[in-house]
């Protein structure tokens, strides 16, 4: 343990006595390098110089200058900081309190056991309950484009881009890419259409769409098969289903055609009045 405090120097100059006092900027506890004004390394593993890295700081306490205080981060962003990057115990325990809500004052947090546990804050007056409604993802776009402007390979699954969205009020999409990013861990709800130009049907050909996650996992696919012979016809299929997303997930449809030996065009336009508009479609709804 290294604590510095303040020192009284006295030295005599011409017969008088001259009083300095020295004053050390940090204190530390367990360390020699001290990063804030009181400064607590709980498992003396912090560098003697520099400063320490992100798994070292883990388990440091420190109170700053301006009276923030950091639990297992060295910089506090508010009063009581305790988001360290290593993230295996960053949880606050919230204990229970017979305080009324007058008493506690407003802002106070407390933990009430009763029907199964619930958090709860005071207003001032009640304790209220904590309830948090975060924005959900929802996301609505089709394609706008000329005809036969997007064309997909023979049996090379391919996402779709250029996308024209609708909605997107948490702009989680990349319209350009057609790259979903999702915010949060859970299930989304995600529905997508498609349809080819007209081109003769043969026995054994099919189509797919197909749920891709970050990159290279194929998560999902709905097939679309025939059985007529040498018969003139649309190439259609669509894809509903739920899907199962971590947060910072990127989710891409992709389509994959066995139908046309070469680049098979979408049935697209750009005039929303047209008969050939409105067959690609996308939405993913988060849950």
């Known amino acids: ?103 506690a004052g407003e802002g106070a947090l407390r933990y009430n056991s009763f029907n199964g546990g619930k958090m709860q804050y005071s207003d001032g007056t009640v304790w209220q309950e904590l309830v948090s409604t975060p924005t959900k993802s929802v996301l609505v776009a089709n394609i706008l484009t000329a005809n036969f402007t997007i064309k997909i390979p023979y049996q090379v699954a391919t996402g779709i881009q250029g996308w024209n969205e609708i909605s997107d009020p948490s702009n989680n999409f990349n319209s350009s890419t057609g790259i979903f990013t999702a915010p949060r861990t859970g299930i989304y709800l995600v529905s997508f259409t498609y349809d080819f130009v007209r081109v003769p049907i043969v026995s054994g050909y099919f189509s797919e769409a197909r749920y891709v996650v970050n990159g290279t996992n194929t998560v999902k696919k709905c097939i679309k098969s025939f059985s007529n012979t040498s018969r003139q016809a649309q190439i259609a299929g669509s894809c509903i289903a739920g899907v199962y997303l971590n947060k910072g997930d990127v989710f891409q449809p992709q389509i994959y055609q066995s139908v046309y030996n070469g680049d098979l065009s979408l049935r697209t336009d750009n005039s929303t009045s047209s008969p050939d508009y409105g067959f690609i479609n996308l939405s993913i709804i988060e849950q």
């Open 1 to 103: 343990m290294k604590i510095f405090i303040s020192l009284i120097r006295v030295s005599v100059v011409s017969g008088c006595l001259i009083f300095n006092t020295v004053r050390a900027q940090n204190v530390g506890i367990n360390t020699r390098n001290p990063q804030a004004a009181f400064h607590v390394d709980g498992s003396k593993d912090n560098p003697d110089s520099g400063s320490p890295n992100s798994s070292q700081a883990a388990n440091d306490i420190v109170f700053t200058s301006s009276g923030e205080i950091g639990i297992g981060t060295l910089s506090p962003a508010v009063k009581i900081d305790a988001r360290s990057t290593v993230n295996t115990d960053n949880a606050i325990g919230v204990g229970k309190t017979t305080q009324t809500a007058s008493d």
